[in-house]
């Protein structure tokens, strides 16, 4: 009867794990964990490049409205060649849309979208994350000095 109630070893099993096996444990949980969040990184560019895509789509499409109106592309006002809410272009295509797409909402140098219009053709450009492609721009058109634009729309 003592052998069942004695406290002690139960046939060999020692009642807990190595130190080793925990450290193996812990390896294996960081790495997975190092592998998710390079992983979301890496997706979180990938969509703030998407928002700003869509958004110089948007502006694309305003412009294409304002200018079955107009004949012409809208001038930028003030020679300034960046879109931000306070820019001429920003103004005149609000009477078309409340909220024109202000750009991405993480600050950094890649947040500032480009316009350049003369006449009947236009350019809207963004840099973006990841690499992108920009079209050739249309005769008389450029953008500012120094800026080099990874991703851009042009007049059809």
Same mark, same amino acid.
């Given at each position: /009867? ?5 406290? *002690? ?31 979301? @990184? ?24 304002? /200018?079955?109106? @107009? ?29 024109? &797409?202000?750009?991405? &909402?993480?600050?950094?140098? @890649? ?7 003369? *006449?009947?053709?236009? &350019?809207?450009?963004? @840099? ?6 920009? &079209? ?21």
């Amino acid at each position: /009867m003592k052998k069942f109630f004695k406290r *002690g070893k139960c046939g060999g099993c020692k009642g807990g794990f190595t130190l080793i096996e925990l450290l193996v444990v812990i390896a294996i949980i960081a790495i997975l964990a190092t592998i998710v969040i390079v992983t979301y @990184n890496s997706l979180r560019k990938k969509a703030r490049d998407a928002e700003r895509k869509s958004e110089i789509t948007q502006i694309q499409r305003l412009i294409e409205i304002y /200018m079955v109106d @107009n004949i012409n592309a809208p001038s930028n006002g003030d020679g300034d060649k960046t879109i931000d809410k306070g820019s001429g272009i920003a103004l005149l295509l609000s009477d078309w849309k409340d909220g024109l &797409a202000s750009g991405p &909402a993480e600050p950094s140098s @890649n947040a500032t979208y480009y316009y350049t219009s003369s *006449g009947a053709n236009y &350019a809207i450009g963004a @840099n973006l994350e990841d690499d992108g492609t920009c &079209a050739a721009l249309p005769k008389g058109l450029s953008w500012p000095t120094g800026v080099e634009v990874d991703y851009c729309v042009t007049s059809k």
